[in-house]
């Protein structure tokens, strides 16, 4: 490996590292001023599961366990390294998807052991199927080229299944009808998604496997910075210009370019990013109102729904420069992800509500997180 590429493989890992504070600002704009500094040590949390499982078990599941010894013991080479850092930082950008779907009323252990589980386990076998060589093993033909599938399909579901064993917020619904309970900071959820974005050009871009002439990348890019643009769009169009649609649907169109970032035309990334925009609060209706999952930051069209989008978007031919992808193969690899999503998910968040119990206790929850669990606030509020 060149330098010019360990480089360059330390960059997008860096960028994507940078994208976990888009989260927290995103995710924490959108509920409850008094629950904040308690998502913050929930995001923390999961980040040193992630990194930590993913050292010791995931990435042997993902690529083999011949790798485990060296980099534990730090004799690797730097090919093995540079690969580990950055998809360690997928790994971890699947995993905090969860807490968009628990806030406000998940304990803090439970979710630990949940992420850690998810982190070494259960994300590290999808990773294998698709970036490890499972998937055509099987016979599979799927490309995903940076991750709508195997981190943002995978991701959103499993946080919707914890969602689900986790029941939803106190006065979330009324005699059954959903109430809205509105975030506490726009502008610092529109802010992380600016940040998020930011991030992204070293998902997207960083999931080349070398910088070679430069002509991948720049094509990468310019998808990327298309499909942001459409998502945008058609947040706006559908929700009325309602800011928090718009700015997750500049994040829905993201999500829904990653899988053919590296073969769609551009205008072919601005119609996928626009379909990922505009079916966010028909997707978000459909999750809150018939299967009476409180999605408190709508992981569900935005990381689940887009993230399927775009995987099948990726084996449309009149949307890619070349039309070199199954179709047949896209919706195979969209329906095993799922699967192992949906029933892991459930079976994981399932177990530990069982074993240890997944909720605060209901006081704690009407008091706030931050008061009745950490005697701290995040704000000074008169």
């Given at each position: 490996m060149e330098g010019i590429d360990v480089f360059f493989f330390l960059w997008a890992a860096s960028l994507i590292f940078f994208m976990k504070a888009g989260f927290v600002a995103l995710e924490i704009g959108q509920f409850?001023?008094?629950?904040?500094?308690?998502?913050?040590?929930?995001?923390?949390?999961?980040?040193?599961?992630?990194?930590?499982?993913?050292?010791?078990?995931?990435?042997?599941?993902?690529?083999?366990?011949?790798?485990?010894?060296?980099?534990?013991?730090?004799?690797?080479?730097?090919?093995?390294?540079?690969?580990?850092?950055?998809?360690?930082?997928?790994?971890?950008?699947?995993?905090?998807?969860?807490?968009?779907?628990?806030?406000?009323?998940?304990?803090?252990?439970?979710?630990?052991?949940?992420?850690?589980?998810?982190?070494?386990?259960?994300?590290?076998?999808?990773?294998?199927?698709?970036?490890?060589?499972?998937?055509?093993?099987?016979?599979?033909?799927f490309h995903d080229y940076a991750g709508s599938g195997a981190v943002h399909l995978f991701g959103g579901l499993v946080g919707l299944m914890?969602?689900?064993?986790?029941?939803?917020?106190?006065?979330?619904?009324?005699?059954?009808?959903?109430?809205?309970?509105?975030?506490?900071?726009?502008?610092?959820?529109?802010?992380?998604a600016f940040m998020l974005a930011f991030g992204w050009y070293g998902f997207n871009i960083g999931s080349a496997a070398s910088v070679g002439d430069g002509l991948e990348l720049t094509r990468v890019a310019v998808a990327t910075t298309v499909a942001l643009a459409g998502g945008i769009i058609g947040g706006a169009i559908s929700s009325k210009n309602d800011p928090l649609y718009t700015a997750n649907g500049m994040c829905a169109g993201l999500v829904a370019v990653c899988s053919g970032v590296d073969l769609y035309t551009p205008i072919g990334a601005l119609i996928v990013g626009l379909l990922a925009g505009l079916q966010q609060p028909f997707t978000y209706k459909f999750i809150e109102e018939k299967l009476k999952i409180d999605d408190v930051c709508a992981i569900g069209p935005v990381h689940a729904m887009s993230g399927l989008i775009g995987v099948i978007c990726a084996g449309i031919p009149f949307l890619l420069r070349e039309p070199t992808t199954s179709f047949i193969g896209q919706v195979f690899g969209a329906i095993i992800i799922s699967l192992i999503a949906i029933i892991g998910g459930w079976v994981l968040y399932k177990g530990l509500d069982i074993v240890i119990g997944l909720r605060v206790p209901k006081d704690v929850e009407e008091m706030g997180l931050d008061e009745g669990v950490l005697h701290v606030s995040a704000y000074t509020i008169k």
């Open positions: 409850s001023h008094r629950n904040v500094a308690y998502h913050c040590v929930l995001k923390l949390l999961d980040l040193a599961a992630v990194f930590i499982g993913y050292l010791v078990i995931g990435y042997g599941i993902s690529y083999g366990f011949e790798n485990i010894v060296p980099l534990l013991f730090g004799n690797f080479n730097v090919e093995l390294g540079a690969w580990f850092m950055k998809m360690v930082m997928f790994a971890a950008a699947a995993v905090t998807i969860i807490t968009g779907g628990v806030a406000e009323r998940i304990k803090i252990l439970p979710y630990f052991i949940g992420a850690l589980i998810v982190g070494s386990i259960l994300y590290p076998i999808v990773e294998h199927l698709v970036w490890g060589g499972g998937f055509n093993a099987l016979g599979i033909a914890a969602a689900w064993v986790l029941g939803p917020r106190a006065k979330k619904y009324i005699n059954g009808i959903p109430q809205a309970l509105p975030g506490h900071n726009i502008p610092l959820a529109v802010l992380g």
